[in-house]
């Protein structure tokens, strides 16, 4: 079997599960029962065809590998999980469209991601309260540069040797990331060198001001750094033993140099935060919970350091300038209109995309299927790195391509972090319901527990979705967003030319009130994508509403206070 150019090897795992050879577009003497063990000779027999390999198994990926190395083969192999997702389940019988669907999926060829440069020198501020702090510092002595830093300290025994200083103060302030934090320290002091029963501090100041490459906080306090935390910043409650050692295991290992993954592409000519000191859109600075996007005169600068790629500012920026690169928006559509497609055209019908993570959603799938009563034939899983990272370009995609229901999956989650996402299914849900779709087509499952999750994809409607569309996912996030709702549009039930969106949708028109414009064109020189223009040839102002991202950067300008967004 090959897809994409590429050998398709699937095995029933010893006969767990049921392969639908038509489905699937092969033989049956293409499959295997046992292909990690007993059918082994046909992965080395593919490896020596010297075409890249795609098989439908993840559990025995190691043994897979160990053999591919131990043939010398520098064929790559993309493994993909079809048993859990698929096989495993109530439904397996029934799943074979979704097989085919998770093959093709696999069979594409994803673009490499960039990557940021991090170095430490194992130099770390351990912040605490107590001996327990101290303690901790003893364990990892050995491995990196420790100071100890108490806030507010009760007696602390003073140590028989000085191995590490052990100082007083309360961090006022953190900022930074692994291999350059910068801390400044009020009531600091260091202890007397005579100190006997305890340690004695000498006289305390303000403002100390230090730097290292790692934070560990075990003060039980709020967080240093806000959000998703940050690169370096380790923190532990000292009332959980399991906690602390995994803390002490985490820390000894950041030494050396890192490659951290390039979250956000920033654009910062498409951007519409600013013109003229007029305040437009501020969208990613609303949503960032980390801190990393900062006002910069017209636009905004995002700290690759800083950010750790919840893609938040990626889903709600309407102009592009914010793209979220694990991976890019068109690559990450071209994955959903495969698998929609080859869902479909291997017979599936109402299908239902599962948005869920790889760190937290992907176990939960997984446990469905060994445990439970495996995900419904219908229901599509498609991980991403985060799912606040989804914006209206996948949606409005996700439709066009048949989808009937989106879900995402998200757990453990704080709910602040959600809001974005939220903001994002509102705008989509307007859309669609206005075109015909009905309501309550897109939802999310918030959950800790797989029987939940599996109860709540059975109890999904069964509906038809709109026509489907087979368009290619090309150009940036704003285009294909225009280009993904144009087809939605062609497609949808009852498509009509004109919606209301909720307030803060990417979309949008002005309006002005003609008697009081002056058409002193202060609108059009501060428009920053030109949705507002003139005329050459006669007095008037010309509109694009295509262009408009609704930024309120012309009504913040315009002297006569008249237009307004709509």
């Known amino acids: 079997m090959e897809l994409n150019g590429k050998t398709v090897l699937v095995c029933a795992c010893e006969g767990t599960m049921a392969l639908d050879h038509e489905r699937l577009g092969c033989a049956k003497s293409e499959s295997a029962t046992q292909l990690c063990r007993a059918e082994m000779g046909r992965f080395t027999r593919a490896l020596e065809a010297g075409r890249p390999i795609v098989l439908g198994c993840t559990q025995e990926a190691p043994v897979f590998e160990e053999a591919r190395l131990d043939a010398g083969s520098p064929v790559p192999v993309t493994y993909v999980n079809i048993r859990e997702r698929a096989g495993w389940s109530d439904e397996g019988r029934a799943a074979g469209p979704k097989m085919a669907a998770l093959l093709a999926e696999a069979a594409l060829d994803l673009p490499t991601i960039q990557t940021v440069p991090l170095k430490s020198e194992g130099v770390a501020l351990i912040y605490g309260r107590d001996e327990r702090a101290i303690e901790v510092a003893q364990q990892l002595k050995d491995r990196l540069d420790i100071t100890v830093l108490l806030t507010r300290p009760g007696e602390i025994l003073p140590p028989r040797q000085t191995e590490f200083p052990v100082l007083k103060g309360t961090i006022r302030s953190a900022r930074g990331h692994l291999g350059a934090f910068e801390v400044e320290v009020d009531d600091y002091a260091a202890p007397l060198p005579s100190s006997r029963g305890s340690l004695v501090f000498d006289l305390a100041r303000n403002g100390a001001k230090s730097t290292c490459d790692i934070v560990i906080d075990l003060s039980g306090g709020a967080p240093l750094f806000p959000g998703h935390g940050r690169d370096g910043y380790l923190r532990a409650d000292l009332n959980s033993v399991p906690a602390v050692a995994a803390l002490v295991l985490k820390a000894g290992d ?42 910069a005169g017209d636009h905004v600068a995002i700290d690759p350091y800083v950010c750790m790629g919840c893609g938040s500012c990626s889903a709600v920026c309407p102009t592009g300038a ?96 959600l809001a974005p996402l939220a903001r994002v299914i509102d705008y989509a849900d307007a859309i669609l319901a206005g075109l015909g779709f009905g309501p309550g087509r897109i939802g999310v499952i918030d959950t800790d527990d797989p029987d939940v999750l599996g109860e709540a994809l059975r109890q999904i409607e ?105």
């Open 254 to 295: 950041l030494v050396g140099e890192f490659d951290k993954p390039r979250f956000v592409d920033y654009r910062a000519e498409l951007c519409a935060h600013s013109r003229s000191k007029r305040t437009g859109c501020v969208r990613c600075l609303e949503v960032c919970p980390t801190g990393a996007i900062t006002p």
């Open 322 to 417: 914010a793209t979220y690169a694990l991976p890019k928006p068109a690559p990450l559509v071209d994955r959903l209109r495969t698998l929609l497609l080859a869902y479909q055209d291997a017979g599936g019908a109402m299908p239902v995309i599962l948005v869920h993570d790889g760190e937290h959603g992907a176990p939960f799938v997984e446990l469905l299927g060994r445990h439970g009563a495996g995900l419904p034939a219908r229901v599509l899983p498609f991980t991403v790195t985060e799912v606040t990272q989804i914006g209206l370009d996948f949606l409005g995609a996700a439709f066009a391509y048949g989808a009937a229901e989106v879900r995402f999956l998200v757990t453990g989650r704080r709910r602040d972090d």
């Open 462 to 566: 069964a509906r038809d979705g709109g026509a489907t569309r087979r368009f290619a996912a090309i150009g940036d996030k704003r285009g294909l967003t225009r280009l993904a709702l144009s087809e939605l549009h062609a497609g949808a039930p009852a498509p009509v030319d004109l919606l209301a969106l909720p307030a803060g949708a990417p979309f949008g028109r002005i309006e002005v009130k003609t008697d009081g414009c002056t058409l002193c064109l202060s609108c059009v020189a501060a428009c920053p994508t030109a949705a507002i223009q003139d005329n050459p040839d006669k007095p008037a102002l010309l509109f694009l509403e295509d262009a408009c991202v609704q930024c309120g950067i012309c009504a913040n300008t315009c002297p006569e206070s008249v237009i307004s967004l709509e």
